[in-house]
């Protein structure tokens, strides 16, 4: 069994920054691609950024300049900085992870989500 656990959400002001973290533990063998998704009251879970296992990362247009996805495999953790918030990016944030576990299956897991709020 593997758990992802974020942490980092809050209450900022428009301009400001935030750093998201997610840690995953249990029985993992490895973990390839590492996620941001986030869901904004009334509509659909969307892609905010992505890393690969290589380092590659892929951003939303809408956060493309503003939001930094990284990764420390060490820890089995990723990360999202965010800055020049805006409104607009007030959601649930989730984190998500494909992870090979020691049984040799490969899973997707998704963390609990951290509420970003952004007030202008």
């Known amino acids: 069994q593997v758990q992802l656990v974020e942490s980092g959400g809050g209450l900022v002001q428009a301009g400001g920054s935030l750093r998201l973290s997610c840690a995953a533990s249990?029985?993992?063998?490895?973990?390839?691609?590492m996620g941001w998704y986030r869901q904004a009251p009334g509509k659909q879970r969307e892609l905010v950024a992505v890393i690969t296992s290589g380092g590659s990362t892929n951003y939303a247009d809408s956060v493309k300049g503003r939001f930094t996805i990284s990764r420390d495999n060490a820890r089995s953790s990723v990360y999202l900085q965010m800055n020049s918030l805006k409104p607009e990016d007030t959601a649930v944030y989730y984190c998500?992870?494909?992870?090979?576990?020691?049984?040799?299956?490969?899973?997707?897991?998704w963390g609990q989500g951290t509420q970003v709020t952004v007030s202008s």
């Open positions: 998500n992870m494909d992870v090979r576990t020691g049984s040799g299956r490969a899973y997707l897991y």
């Open positions: 249990g029985s993992i063998f490895s973990i390839n691609a």
